[in-house]
Nanobody
């Protein structure tokens, strides 16, 4: 069992930055991939970014590529989402997710249904 706890959300002005954190506990993450999703009111959950824990391969949604960066800290078992140049349309609840992958996996998945573990979410609000 993997437990995920997000933090770092808040209210920021358009053009500003936030760094979200997701602390993981319960199991080793060497064969897991982790991801960030977001969900705005009335919208379906949307993929933002993913990272393979072993090796650090990353994958981004096109709308967030170049503005968002996902990283991980092996010593702290924590994944981060650095969000720059924030826009009002980035306003959403951001969720951390994780799933175990095989040793041959080289591409992180963007499909929400593929992830088995989810955090409770952290609110990000970007004012115009």
């Amino acid at each position: 069992q993997v437990q995920l706890v997000e933090s770092g959300g808040g209210l920021v002005q358009a053009g500003g930055s936030l760094r979200l954190s997701c602390a993981a506990s319960g199991r080793t993450l060497s064969r897991y991939q982790m991801a960030w999703f977001r969900q705005a009111p009335g919208k379906e959950r949307e993929f933002a970014a993913a990272i393979l824990w072993s090796g650090g391969h990353t994958y981004y949604a096109d709308s967030m590529k170049g503005r968002f960066t996902i990283t991980r800290d092996n010593d702290k078992n924590t994944v981060y989402l650095q969000m720059n140049s924030l826009k009002p349309e980035d306003t959403a609840v951001y969720y951390c997710a994780a799933v175990r992958v095989g040793p041959s996996t080289v591409q992180a998945t963007a499909v929400a249904e593929s992830y088995d573990y989810w955090g409770q979410g952290t609110q990000v609000t970007v004012s115009s």
